[in-house]
């Protein structure tokens, strides 16, 4: 049954930002989670962003604050009312700008603060007073302990990305944040899978929730072609290339699995003269939100990316998505390919299983997903010559590299540097910073001859002593690229 807007009873000026957006009916989530919001129960939704779920939780939160909202100019008449936790900067803001457009007939204010960027211009918004605090954890602790946010007045909190924020290790600094939150609120918590530790959270923090579900959460759209090959290591880059220009792929999304090589690939498919962008955790928040941009704008056709930068943006209408390495979790396997085939259209999702480990990790996907999973020889159009003992290329996941985990954005208090600044006390064990991948190919002497001029970014990168070269070996490559290894994450 689909449901309409005017179904609601929006008031007026929330009516007028939706119909303005252009949407008519509510998506599922949003049929079935907004009556309830409305209603003031606690709720418990398995949705993933793309589901019109952000539109679902927040209509019905700033409805119910309408009752406060003022135009006075003193913030104390503008106390935070509702806190909305996502666990990346991306999420955050993204989140934030679609509040604000269902918020702006109305006089409530919202504001976002993410860590990564300086906390002045934050806290002047905060101290002007907001009414929607949208937060990624780690940088809400700051503005806490340094008085710029005060939370006795919250009546909502949304806990969004639940399980993504237990997976980056956010649970002390979300238990510490309810514990500044008055124990009489409505609470709810969004999350892409109902996991053991999911409900420990909600049996700890949500009353009588009530449960939403919409469409089976390990469920891949069957809009989405999925392919399956078996391709080396070595030989990744090249069925990449050659599939998107088989396929006549405009642009795609391409997921590797740790921050050193989301860095690495996005060069070297540079290099091969494809526009690429790199979207990893250690990039600032500057030159994340300009590739995301870029991306958006169509200026770039391949963002290479890890799981934690990626999940959940919403970027529309891409037409693929590349596993370059096969996820750890096979529930990551099922947002990669979320990203396509949205809405109906078609898209193509193309993975890539090498050796090692990746059986077993496609076995979880066929598992988790309940499809067969036929793995398929990539033929090449221009086979080279084969049995060269190393074409200068190199296996991309070395021993040592990191996974996902360690692609933190708005890393866990306790892991943060940008501050400079230990944890506060309490809230859990500590986490220590994680040591950076090391990656044994950098020990060895390299193995061209040749150098190019590294670009400023990797300038501080230490050069590599080079040694003769075998016949067989192409030495075009740009050593300094390889120094760009991952900060601790
Ligand atoms: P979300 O899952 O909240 O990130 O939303 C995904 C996208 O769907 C956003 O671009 C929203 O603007 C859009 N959207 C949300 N609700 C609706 C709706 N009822 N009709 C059409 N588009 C929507």
């Excluded at 890393?411 to 950076?436: I, K």
Aim: net charge positive; hydrophobic share 40%.
């Amino acid at each position: 049954m689909t449901m309409s807007f005017s179904n609601l009873s929006l008031a007026e000026p929330l009516a007028r930002a939706v119909a303005e957006m252009g949407y008519e009916t509510m998506t599922p989530i949003q049929a079935q989670a907004i009556p309830v919001v409305l209603s003031g129960q606690d709720v418990m939704g398995a949705a993933q962003t793309g589901t019109g779920k952000t539109a679902a939780f927040s209509l019905p939160l700033l409805q119910r604050m309408l009752k406060h909202e003022n135009a006075s100019t003193s913030p104390a008449r503008h106390p935070v009312r509702a806190l909305v936790l996502l666990p990346t900067r991306e999420l955050a803001d993204q989140v934030a700008q679609q509040i604000k457009l269902y918020a702006k007939y109305t006089n409530l204010r919202s504001t976002v603060v993410f860590g990564g960027i300086d906390m002045k211009p934050q806290t002047l918004e905060l101290k002007k007073g907001v009414e929607v605090l949208v937060a990624t954890p780690g940088r809400l602790l700051d503005h806490i302990e340094a008085k710029n946010a005060v939370l006795n007045q919250v009546e909502y909190v949304v806990l969004d990305e639940a399980d993504r924020m237990l997976d980056i290790g956010f649970l002390p600094d979300l238990q510490r944040i309810l514990s500044y939150l008055p124990k009489q609120r409505t609470t709810l918590l969004f999350s892409a899978t109902f996991s053991p530790e999911i409900k420990r959270l909600a049996g700890s923090y949500l009353q009588n929730p009530v449960t939403i579900e919409v469409a089976r959460p390990n469920e891949t759209a069957s809009t989405v072609e999925q392919h399956f090959y078996s391709v080396s290591d070595d030989d990744k880059r090249r069925a990449l290339k050659q599939i998107v220009r088989q396929r006549g792929i405009t642009q795609a999304f391409v997921f590797v699995n740790s921050k050193l090589g989301c860095a690495r690939l996005a060069r070297s498919l540079e290099r091969d003269g494809l526009r690429t962008s790199a979207l990893h955790g250690d990039k600032s928040q500057d030159e994340r939100l300009k590739s995301l941009a870029a991306f958006k704008a169509g200026e770039v056709d391949l963002l290479v990316c890890t799981d934690v930068a990626a999940r959940g943006l919403d970027i529309k209408d891409v037409p693929a998505v590349f596993n370059f390495d096969i996820p750890f979790n096979a529930e990551d396997y099922v947002h990669r390919i979320g990203r396509t085939g949205r809405a109906g259209a078609s898209g193509l999702a193309v993975s890539f299983a090498s050796g090692g480990n990746d059986a077993r990790l496609v076995a979880d996907i066929e598992k988790l997903i309940k499809k067969k999973i036929e793995l398929e020889p990539v033929e090449f159009e221009e086979d080279r010559p084969r049995g060269r003992i190393n074409d200068g290329r190199r296996h991309w996941r070395e021993e040592g590299e990191a996974g996902d985990a360690r692609d933190v954005l708005d890393q866990p208090r306790e892991r943060r540097d940008s501050d400079g600044r230990r944890s506060m006390s309490g809230g859990g064990r500590p986490h220590r910073a994680p040591a950076a991948p090391r990656d044994p190919f950098f020990d060895k002497p390299y193995e061209s001859g040749e150098r190019e001029a590294a670009p400023a970014w990797e300038a501080s990168a230490k050069a590599a002593p080079t040694r003769g070269i075998s016949s067989n070996i192409k030495s075009k490559r740009k050593v300094a690229a390889l120094f760009k290894a991952a900060e601790p994450g």
